[in-house]
């Protein structure tokens, strides 16, 4: 039998990809990676950052908005295709950027889609390529949705890169990408709908401060439809017609010039053709064991989105790919440590959590203090003119260690990676409180959240 033509091959070029590639090259193994699309992945180029710098704008416009007749004199107006250069300017050196980046290090870098043809080889359009290893690093999709007119969604990589804004948008779901997107478009001036399954948005959030920015999402003038599902989309000639079933209320229509997809996202392995390499799945999710390598073919791992192993989040993405440099380098048997993963959904204003939930800590065996609040009064809330700002902070009794924090409000994005430190490193309370925060911050707000 011939030599493979590489140590390692990686579908994929986004965070996950990266983190497994250029860390093996280092090491002296032969490494090429492939992507079908631009080189970059989701994170930076219809993700994470393009989302972030809108925020950004809508973000400052929702300043001036809320600081009106505190200084600010006049409204601010969001220019759609200035914001969305802007945002392009961030995203167009991406592909040549990252491709190079694995040029310098050694890496070959092949483009097309990757499919198996045996246990060890992959065919990339018409060219056969073979490894000892290969690292799934593919990625997510929208999740299908079986529902008559489902084509006629638009997906968040469509929103990412909406030349105009149209006046009516639905959003069909109620997770991040409509939290995000709706906050967006409706401080763009557009009317925002959001229809979302269950009795709550942002149902990985703690629920009563989700209550919280559920006020300004009601302020902001998005129209949030809980409990009721989208049960089909029809094109007419004045744009679309979107029904819903609410639990108790039953059937009805809202009209929109654009409905978007924002119903959750599943592993990108559906094309891959796994029964050729003998890689098991199970209802599209790979079956992997804890070292993040596959049950029923030794040579195949995943990581990020493509593994669904812990949440779907860039960091965690990188945090897998460490993982499976040191099994694959190191023989290391090592597993993933998903504990205190932070998440913020970028909403105005944001929302964050980390560790333990409310439900969690009152399932658990040792008692948990919860310290929270509604802060609206706090001077951190009354300068940002910002009424939404809450916390809970969850505190094992007896140690008085940290074991979770929820956020809503100015910087929650930031001040949530504080407690994220804590919750890693197992610190107590006092150990934060004996911090001298920089004054007047978000974060000197800790010492009263504990
Ligand atoms: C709108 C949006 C906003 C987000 N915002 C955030 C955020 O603020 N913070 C956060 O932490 N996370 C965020 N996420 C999630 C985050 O982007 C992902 O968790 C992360 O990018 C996953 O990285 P990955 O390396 O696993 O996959 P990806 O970056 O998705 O890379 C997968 C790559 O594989 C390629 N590919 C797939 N199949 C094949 C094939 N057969 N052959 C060749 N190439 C293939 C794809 O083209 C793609 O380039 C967001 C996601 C979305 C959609
Ligand atoms: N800030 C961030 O970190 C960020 C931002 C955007 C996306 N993401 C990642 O991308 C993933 C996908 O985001 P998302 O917002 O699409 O999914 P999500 O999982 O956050 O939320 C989807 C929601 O849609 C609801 N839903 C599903 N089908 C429905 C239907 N037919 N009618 C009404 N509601 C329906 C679900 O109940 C769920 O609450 C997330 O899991 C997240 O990890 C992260």
Not at 182 to 194: M, P, Q, S
Request: charged share 20%; glycine share 10%; with cysteine.
């Amino acid at each position: 039998m011939s030599a493979p033509d590489y140590d390692l091959l990686v579908i994929g070029t986004g965070s996950g990809a990266r983190g497994v590639a250029k860390p093996c090259a280092q090491a002296g193994w032969r490494v090429a990676v492939v992507d079908r699309r631009p080189y970059g992945g989701t994170c930076a180029q219809r993700g994470c950052d393009p989302k972030k710098v809108m925020v950004g704008i809508a973000r400052a416009v929702d300043d001036a908005a809320r600081l009106q007749g505190h200084g600010v004199d006049g409204a601010l107006r969001l220019d759609w295709s200035a914001l969305m250069a802007f945002k392009q300017s961030f995203v167009d050196s991406v592909p040549k950027g990252v491709e190079a980046g694995f040029r310098k290090a050694g890496i070959d870098t092949l483009h097309g889609a990757a499919r198996f043809t045996g246990p060890t080889s992959m065919r990339i359009d018409d060219r056969e390529v073979s490894a000892r290893h290969i690292v799934l690093a593919t990625g997510a999709v929208p999740a299908p949705l079986p529902i008559p007119g489902a084509d006629l969604m638009r997906s968040s990589d469509d929103f990412l890169d909406l030349g105009h804004l149209p006046a009516r948008v639905v959003f069909v779901g109620g997770g991040y990408i409509a939290a995000e997107f709706a906050c967006i478009a409706a401080r763009a001036g557009a009317a925002v709908t959001v229809v979302q399954r269950g009795p709550r948005m942002l149902k990985g959030f703690d629920p009563d401060l989700v209550a919280i920015l559920m006020e300004r999402f009601r302020a902001l003038g998005i129209d949030v439809r809980t409990d009721s599902q989208v049960t089909g989309i029809e094109q007419h000639k004045d744009g679309y017609r979107v029904t819903l079933d609410h639990k108790e209320e039953g059937a009805s229509t809202v009209k929109a010039d654009l409905v978007v997809h924002a119903a959750g996202r599943v592993a990108q392995v559906a094309d891959l053709d796994l029964q050729a390499a003998g890689v098991a799945a199970e209802k599209g999710r790979l079956t992997l064991d804890r070292t993040l390598r596959s049950t029923t073919n030794p040579a195949v791992w995943a990581v990020g989105d493509a593994a669904q192993k812990g949440p779907p989040l860039t960091p965690v993405a990188s945090h897998d790919a460490r993982v499976v440099v040191a099994n694959l380098l190191e023989d290391a048997g090592a597993g993933p440590d998903y504990r205190a993963v932070p998440t913020v959904a970028f909403s105005l204003p944001p929302i964050a959590s980390v560790g333990l939930t409310a439900a969690e800590a009152r399932a658990r065996v040792k008692p948990v203090r919860q310290s929270c609040g509604f802060a609206a009064d706090w001077f951190t809330a009354r300068h940002n003119a910002e009424r939404a700002y809450g916390y809970k902070v969850l505190i094992e009794e007896g140690t008085e260690r940290v074991l979770g924090a929820h956020l809503v409000g100015p910087h929650a994005d930031e001040v949530i990676n504080v407690f994220a430190l804590a919750i890693r490193q197992g610190l107590t309370t006092s150990d934060l409180k004996d911090v001298m925060f920089a004054y007047p911050t978000t974060s000197s707000d800790i010492h009263s959240m504990l």
